[in-house]
C-alpha cells in the first residue's frame, strides 16, 4: 500500500473499501488485525482508527469486544439506510442556494440524458449516479450534513458490492433523474425533493429483490 502524505487511518479506509469492492471479504467476515496490520504494513494503533470509523458507517460492526467484523446484509438494513440517505439528500436539496439550483439544472439534465441505459454495469452506474448527486447537493453549504450522507451511503457500499462483480448488468431508471433535473429547471423545488425521494424508493426497490 503506497503511503501518502494525508492521514494514515484514512489511506486505510480507503484500502479497505477497495477490498470490500474487489469482493475480497464476505459479510460476517471477522477480522485478524494483526495479521491485516502486517499486510498493510501498518501499525495496529492507525487500523484500529480506521476500523473503529468503518464501524461508525455501519461498515464493519464491533464482535462483542472481540474485534471487528464486516457487518452482514439485510433486507431490513437495507430499507432504513435508504430512508435515512432519501431524507438527508432532500433535507441537503431544500438547503441549498435556489440561485445555484437554477444554474446547474441544466447540467443535471444534460448529465441525466446523456447516460440514459435502462441497464448499466455496476461501477458504470455508481459512477455516474455519484457525479450526478454530488453535483445535484453542491449548493449546500452544510457539511455536516453532507459528511452524514457521505457516511451513510459508505454503509450502502456493501450490499452493491457484495451483491454483483463489477460487470454485471444492473438495472436503473434513467427517467428519474430527469425528471428531477426538470423540476429545478422549472423552479419547482418540492416538486424536485418529491422526485428525489421516488428515485431512492425506486432504487431501494431494485435493490430489495437481490438481498439474500
Known amino acids: 500500500m503506497a503511503i501518502e502524505r494525508r492521514p ?18 464476505a459479510a460476517g467476515t471477522d477480522i485478524n488485525e494483526a495479521a491485516l496490520a502486517g499486510e498493510l504494513g501498518v501499525s495496529r494503533t492507525p487500523l484500529r482508527e ?39 439528500e432532500a433535507l441537503a436539496l431544500e438547503s ?17 440524458r446523456e447516460f440514459s441505459a435502462d441497464v448499466a454495469a455496476r461501477q458504470e452506474i455508481e459512477r455516474h449516479d455519484d457525479e450526478w448527486h454530488d453535483l445535484l447537493l453542491s449548493g449546500c453549504r ?11 451511503k459508505a454503509g450502502m457500499r456493501r450490499y452493491t458490492h457484495l451483491m454483483s462483480g463489477d460487470g454485471t448488468p444492473m438495472a436503473r431508471a434513467a427517467e428519474e433523474h430527469r425528471r428531477i433535473a426538470e423540476r429545478l429547471l422549472e423552479d419547482d423545488l418540492q416538486g424536485a425533493v418529491s422526485a428525489l425521494r421516488d428515485n431512492w424508493v425506486n432504487g431501494m426497490e431494485r435493490m430489495i429483490a437481490r438481498i439474500p
Open 96 to 112: 441549498s442556494d435556489p440561485a445555484h439550483l437554477r444554474e446547474i439544472a441544466p447540467e443535471l439534465l444534460r448529465l441525466a
Open 8 to 25: 494514515l487511518r484514512e489511506q486505510i479506509r480507503e484500502e479497505l473499501m477497495l477490498r470490500l469492492e474487489r469482493g475480497d471479504f
Open 50 to 88: 480506521a476500523l473503529i470509523t468503518l464501524a461508525g458507517e455501519g461498515v464493519l460492526e464491533s464482535n462483542q469486544g472481540r474485534g471487528f467484523r464486516f457487518a452482514p446484509v439485510s433486507r431490513k438494513e437495507f430499507r432504513e439506510l435508504c430512508a435515512i440517505v432519501a431524507a438527508l
Open 142 to 152: 452544510n457539511e455536516r450534513l453532507l459528511d452524514l450522507i457521505t457516511s451513510v
